[in-house]
């Protein structure tokens, strides 16, 4: 049965940093891409970034560029999501997903062709 489990969410302040896990079950990462996506309060969902399944290789949206780093373990069965220079606009319930795909996660990315989310961690940035 296929599973995501985020955690790693909590309150932190403006500046402060967070890695979030998505730990998967019932399937290996190195056969699906692992987008990310973050819901902030009276917005919809947007994603935020991805991990390609064949080499690893991550993509961001302009909005967080250089500021988020996704990574994995594969022995884990985890990818995290590190964000860094935490700002308000960045409170919100980020949510990983998995779609079955060794060449691409970009495409992932408006959270349409997705089967499978987790449930989400929520993050809060406030002083």
């Known amino acids: 049965q296929v599973q995501l489990v985020e955690s790693g969410g909590g309150l932190v302040q403006p500046g402060g940093s967070l890695r979030l896990s998505c730990v998967v079950f019932?399937?290996?990462?190195?056969?699906?891409?692992i987008p990310w996506f973050r819901q902030a309060p009276g917005k919809e969902r947007e994603g935020v970034g991805c991990?390609?399944?064949?080499?690893?290789?991550?993509y961001y949206t302009d909005s967080v560029k250089g500021r988020f780093t996704i990574s994995r373990d594969n022995d884990k069965n985890t990818v995290y999501l590190q964000i860094d220079n935490l700002k308000p606009e960045d409170t919100g319930v980020y949510y990983c997903?998995?779609?079955?795909?060794?060449?691409?996660?970009?495409?992932?990315?408006?959270?349409?062709?997705?089967?499978?989310w987790g449930k989400g961690t929520l993050v809060t940035v406030s002083s």
């Open positions: 019932g399937f290996t990462l190195d056969y699906y891409a």
């Open positions: 991990i390609r399944s064949r080499d690893g290789s991550t």
């Open positions: 997903a998995a779609q079955r795909s060794r060449y691409d996660c970009l495409q992932f990315l408006n959270g349409r062709a997705v089967d499978y």
